[in-house]
């Protein structure tokens, strides 16, 4: 019991930062301005974090990120509400997407 109030207490001091995921290459992403929500009914992605004001979406598949940019919220909304969020991912965000409709460029 004592160990449990120490472990609850210790959760409640710690120091909160801002997460952020690594997109590889040495890029990483806040997300203070993303909304992120784990998926469990997916087998291929596991989450998704979305920025309405900068359009971006980041795809969390097998356990790499994958970001796009300029994504719209309806397209987003979409792949929320596919019955196969895999499917959705790889024909509209991959297949779609490869002229470079959602590329992220440098700034």
Known sequence: MVRAAALILSLFSAPIGAETVDLGNSTT???STFECRDINRSTIVQ???YSTGERT???AVRGSYQRYC???AETYD???IAPSM???LNRVLRIAG???RY???AA
């Open 98 to 100: 490869a002229d470079d």
């Open 57 to 59: 979406l980041l795809v």
């Open 86 to 88: 895999g499917v959705f």
């Open 29 to 31: 992403v806040d997300l």
């Open 70 to 72: 300029g994504v719209p």
């Open 78 to 80: 979409a792949l929320m």
């Open 47 to 49: 989450r998704v974090c």
């Open 103 to 105: 590329a992220c460029r």
